[in-house]
């Protein structure tokens, strides 16, 4: 094997740990962003939050470790330099047996009780408490400055504490004042610092949710726009940003809707021009004597005037229908009726809160065009419903033909047939899936087809509502 071969195989050996390195950071990042917040107004606040959280901590370490510890540890030897100063004195001035006098000057010029108990014997050592920066520092010092053995509680009493250390002649008994080697007011300053902190946290949380609500205002605003509802008096607000993106929709918006308008008021002439010349072939053919011919051209003229409506009815697409709530197992009662006096029978099912707020005439036509497509190719169709999670799906079942699985998007064209017919309606326009689809998606939604479990073809309406 020569060099060159080597070469690859050296540097693939010696990337993989940067690679396993890459690859275990972007599983631990995945895992975090998982349980982060997914809203932009709970990431926003954990943007604020986290900083001030991290900036408390660290200025809290630093206190309590350089500060706090300095402070206490400076207080204890002070404390604990009285102290062997006492000793000193009882020790080399036997004028005064019973220490009264050594009591009296300890009181009065260092600030502590003195005391000589009879015996040689300390109590018991006190359970030292998890985190005390006296309980260390005072030992410490004790130890360092003293020289003897000792006992002292910190415990006890919260305002005192009391230190007893052997003599010759007994054994010592100091009573301080805590805050004599304990910086005890510190805590002020943590209580100072989480107080303004949360002052100007709720204070950065007020302004943030007036930031905010502009962008909720404008995602509402563009959801029911998207499903054809009532948008109402749409204003941009908030920072120049969100008031161009808002600025932007309301543009948008009056584009759409302007244009839907220009269709309509087209295809309205449209009409008008096109209904004038059938009318008028009417009237010439009402004057011609019964026949063939005659009949022949009658049909022509009505599959006309259907193809006229039904490109109409799809041209106009989402209309001017506003949307109310609807209950959609009332609406699927209808249609079964329908069905039935028609000489159909369909099976019917719905799960769930039937109430939705849609278009409700579109929406009836949307299904009654699946139904209608079903029911003239199948002899079983089952309807059913369910609205659950924020969205309502709607399923036509039937035991028909089907659609091959290459032509399901296809049939959806406008005027695209089949060999089959499977997507004409009565009038053989070629426009009843493409008017139900574009109603689905005026909703917000969209309709597929499937496989039904009858051995037929499947179509799924699912909107957000």
Do not use: C
């Amino acid at each position: 094997m020569s060099l060159d071969d080597d070469g690859p195989r050296i540097g693939l050996l010696r990337d993989a740990p940067l690679v396993r390195i890459r690859l275990a950071w972007r599983r631990f990042a995945r895992r975090i962003a998982d349980h982060l917040p997914k809203g932009l107004y709970a990431r926003s606040l954990l943007i604020v939050i986290l900083p001030v959280l991290i900036l408390q901590s660290v200025v809290a370490y630093v206190f309590m470790e350089r500060h706090w510890r300095l402070v206490t540890g400076r207080l204890s030897e002070a404390l604990a330099r009285d102290v062997a100063a006492v000793i000193e004195v009882i020790d080399t001035w036997p004028q005064d047996p019973d220490w009264r006098q050594i009591g009296r000057i300890a009181e009065r010029d260092l600030g502590f009780q003195v005391s000589v108990l009879p015996g040689s014997t300390l109590p018991p050592p006190m359970p030292r408490p998890f985190f005390s920066l006296l309980d260390n520092a005072l030992s410490d010092e004790i130890a360092t400055r003293v020289g003897r053995p000792f006992w002292i509680d910190t415990v006890g009493n919260s305002d005192l504490v009391e230190i007893r250390i052997v003599l010759k002649s007994g054994v010592l008994r100091v009573i301080a004042r805590r805050s004599q080697a304990y910086a005890s007011n510190s805590h002020i300053f943590l209580v100072w610092m989480v107080s303004a902190s949360l002052v100007l946290l709720a204070i950065a949380i007020l302004f943030l949710r007036n930031q905010i609500r502009p962008i909720q205002r404008l995602a509402d605003a563009a959801e029911s726009f998207g499903k054809g509802r009532a948008v109402g008096e749409f204003k941009p607000s908030g920072a120049r940003e969100v008031r161009r993106a808002g600025e932007a929709f309301a543009l948008m918006r009056s584009r759409i809707e302007r244009q839907i308008e220009q269709r309509t008021a087209m295809l309205a002439g449209v009409s008008h021009d096109l209904r004038t010349v059938l009318t008028r072939f009417r009237l010439q053919l009402a004057l011609l004597p019964e026949g063939p011919d005659r009949e022949a051209l009658e049909v022509d003229t009505d599959e006309m005037q259907a193809m006229l409506e039904a490109y109409l009815a799809f041209a106009r697409g989402e209309g001017e229908e506003e949307a109310a709530p609807t209950d959609m197992a009332e609406m699927m009662a209808a249609i079964a009726m329908d069905a039935e006096r028609a000489g159909f029978e369909i099976a019917i099912l719905f799960r769930g809160d039937p109430e939705i707020v849609l278009r409700p005439n579109a929406f009836k036509r949307l299904l009654g065009n699946l139904v209608g497509n079903a029911l003239r190719h199948a002899d079983r169709v089952e309807l059913s419903g369910s609205h659950a999670d924020g969205w309502l799906t709607v399923t036509v079942d039937d035991d028909g033909p089907g659609v091959p699985e290459a032509e399901r998007e296809n049939v959806f064209r406008p005027f695209y047939r089949l060999d089959e017919a499977r997507n004409q309606d009565e009038g053989g326009t070629g426009l009843g899936l493409a008017i139900s689809r574009d109603i689905a998606r005026s909703h917000g939604g969209d309709i597929t087809l499937d496989e039904s479990p009858l051995g037929g073809l499947r179509a799924v309406v699912r909107i957000p509502g």
